[in-house]
């Protein structure tokens, strides 16, 4: 089994449950890590997970929608992402709110899924 990671991806999202969030938007960072079988790969993208597509899938979902929650942005992530790369037997998403309104000094706010092929 390999991993294919795409980490840090940056894109401005109007996610949140406050119209504040709504209204002003925000950063959000997504990690996604996909796992597959490396054996017998050959030197094709025929062979492997695109990763340019699942950029183009992230940022469309994470700019073009809005949700109240991340913990629900990541799951609708991971099960599109699972559902457009066959070849990922198991895939992990992360979705960080750098900005969460929160009263207080803190590094990171994120949500994490991991889905499994057959579950």
């Known amino acids: 089994m390999g991993k294919v990671a795409l980490i840090g991806l940056e894109f401005f999202g109007r996610h949140g449950v406050f119209s504040e969030e709504t209204r002003l938007g925000a950063r959000f960072v997504v990690d996604?890590?996909?796992?597959?079988?490396?054996?017998?790969?050959?030197?094709s993208l025929e062979n492997t997970v695109d990763y340019g597509s699942i950029y183009t899938r992230v940022a469309s979902e994470v700019t073009g929608q809005r949700y109240d929650l991340i913990e629900y942005l990541a799951q609708a992530l991971a099960e599109k992402l699972l559902l457009e790369h066959p070849r990922t037997e198991k895939l992990t998403v992360r979705v960080h709110k750098p900005h969460a309104p929160l009263p207080g000094v803190f590094r990171d706010v994120y949500a994490e899924v991991t889905k499994q092929r057959g579950e």
């Open 32 to 43: 996604v890590e996909l796992e597959f079988n490396f054996e017998g790969i050959t030197d």
